[in-house]
């Protein structure tokens, strides 16, 4: 899973997603590359913030970064002043 999830430094097996330079939250792989049982499911899809469906889109890509990063603004985790301003174009 990329989607703007980098490895974390260290010896354990955690994901983090920055955004706009901002740390956002970490979420636990697997250390074998495993597929991701039930009990892992529960544990990441509540360290992404998102329900098991959203999880599972975000996982399986049907859930681009730019549609997580709306579901974060949603669950208030990323707020407004976060979000990139657009150029203004004249």
């Known amino acids: 899973m990329s989607k703007g999830f980098v490895k974390a430094q260290g010896s354990h097996q955690?994901?983090?997603?920055?955004?706009?330079?901002?740390?956002?939250?970490?979420?636990?792989c697997s250390h074998d590359n495993q597929d991701i049982n039930d009990y892992l499911?529960?544990?990441?899809?509540n360290q992404c913030r998102l329900g098991k469906d959203d999880f599972l889109d975000l996982a399986n890509c049907p859930l681009s970064r730019e549609g997580y990063?709306?579901?974060?603004?949603?669950?208030?985790i990323i707020r407004m002043k976060d979000l990139p301003v657009p150029s203004k174009i004249e």
């Open 69 to 76: 990063v709306t579901k974060l603004v949603e669950r208030g």
């Open 14 to 28: 955690f994901l983090e997603f920055w955004f706009n330079g901002k740390y956002i939250l970490q979420t636990f």
């Open 41 to 45: 499911i529960i544990m990441m899809k």
